[in-house]
């Protein structure tokens, strides 16, 4: 069975950090990409950042380029979402969210797997990071 499982979310201070976690199982980890969303109240979900594992390619939205990193550690099968000068529009639930990354897919270019029509088959429960100002 597969399961994704965020964790970290929180209340934190404008310009302050939070490091949320996607806790993965049940797929072969290697084979994948993973990618973190976000949706607001009354806001469309939003891709933020993907890692294909394979090669540990990184893509980002520009709403967060520069503040956010993406990152994996295969040994514990989880990806990590470095979130850095948070802002009261990051407030949001936070989604991770994998799919297998084909070797076509990934000859296209990192960037496919954060494209709007590109679904994903399974999804965490979210985790709710709120940012004060």
């Known amino acids: 069975e597969v399961q994704l499982v965020e964790s970290g979310g929180g209340l934190v201070q404008a310009g302050g950090s939070l490091r949320l976690s996607c806790a993965t199982s049940?797929?072969?980890?290697?084979?994948?990409?993973i990618a973190w969303f976000r949706q607001a109240p009354g806001k469309e979900r939003e891709g933020i950042s993907c890692i294909t594992i394979h090669d540990l390619g990184t893509y980002y939205a520009d709403s967060v380029k520069g503040r956010f990193t993406i990152s994996s550690d295969n040994a514990k099968n989880t990806v990590l979402l470095q979130m850095n000068n948070l802002k009261p529009d990051d407030t949001a639930v936070y989604y991770c969210?994998?799919?297998?990354?084909?070797?076509?897919?990934?000859?296209?270019?990192?960037?496919?797997?954060?494209?709007?029509?590109?679904?994903?088959?399974?999804w965490g429960q979210g985790t709710q990071v709120t940012v004060s100002s």
């Open positions: 049940g797929f072969t980890f290697d084979d994948y990409a």
């Open positions: 969210a994998a799919d297998y990354a084909s070797a076509t897919a990934q000859a296209m270019g990192v960037p496919t797997f954060l494209h709007p029509q590109w679904k994903y088959d399974y």
